[in-house]
Antibody, heavy 121, light 111 residues
Framework: QVTLRESGPALVKPTQTLTLTCTFS??????????VSWIRQPPGKALEWLAL???????YYSTSLKTRLTISKDTSKNQVVLTMTNMDPVDTATYYC?????????????WGQGTLVTVSS | QSALTQPASVSGSPGQSITISCTGT?????????VSWYQQHPGKAPKLMIY???KRPSGVSNRFSGSKSGNTASLTISGLQAEDEADYYC???????????FGGGTKLTVL
């Protein structure tokens, strides 16, 4: 059974750095083709893909946010971490992590329940 | 502004069919058969409904179908049911630099 769960602070101040952790089970990020992405959704707005890390430790970022994002993984802990620097109120959103698989399942087949992050002083 | 364009809202009566369009460019929808659709009920995580343009995951009703023509993908829901009322998002692979782009979402109302 595949599950993902996001964790991190519910409130951050402007200019601070956000660190979110995705803890997953039911699959291994050391398996060929496996990927985990971060996707966010501001309240009442659309989904936005942010970053992806694959089994080979290749990393991909949203063009518009790549200077602020860092994605990393700890395979032994089944965790993927996203950091976003210089947080702003417009970054207030629910942040999701989701699984995909290169060349096997190029879509997000499992999602976490999401974690709401509010940026406010 | 989202990369893929969807109508903000569509509506239909129970039993009817509706279609939601998702328009991209030759760099995303038009170039790859990697369009997926997600259903999202309020306060819930998105759920995969269609992948690779027209394939249904196990457990998804065959009332949901997908297609693509040129730079536009479409999701059709037939035999509308009250439980179909939700937001729907399309997503497309967009190449090795951008990877994934989403649509702006469509709110489906079952009248």
């Amino acid at each position: 059974q595949v599950t993902l769960r996001e964790s991190g602070p519910a409130l951050v101040k402007p200019t601070q750095t956000l660190t979110l952790t995705c803890t997953f089970s039911g699959f291994s990020l050391s398996t060929s083709g496996m990927c985990v992405s971060w996707i966010r959704q501001p309240p009442g707005k659309a989904l936005e893909w942010l970053a992806l890390i694959d089994w080979d430790d290749d990393k991909y970022y949203s063009t518009s946010l790549k200077t602020r994002l860092t994605i990393s993984k700890d395979t032994s802990k089944n965790q993927v971490v996203l950091t976003m620097t210089n947080m702003d109120p417009v970054d207030t959103a629910t942040y999701y992590c989701a699984r995909s698989r290169i060349a096997v399942a190029e879509y997000f087949d499992y999602w976490g329940q999401g974690t709401l992050v509010t940026v406010s002083s | 502004q989202s990369a893929l364009t969807q109508p903000a809202s569509v509506s239909g009566s129970p039993g009817q069919s509706i279609t939601i369009s998702c328009t991209g460019t030759s760099s995303d929808v038009g170039s790859y058969n990697l369009v997926s659709w997600y259903q999202q009920h309020p306060g819930k995580a998105p759920k995969l409904m269609i992948y690779e343009v027209s394939k249904r995951p196990s457990g998804v009703s065959n009332r949901f179908s997908g297609s693509k023509s040129g730079n536009t993908a479409s999701l059709t829901i037939s035999g509308l049911q009250a439980e179909d009322e939700a937001d729907y998002y399309c997503c497309s692979y967009a190449g090795s630099s951008t990877l994934w782009v989403f649509g702006g979402g469509t709110k489906l109302t079952v009248l």
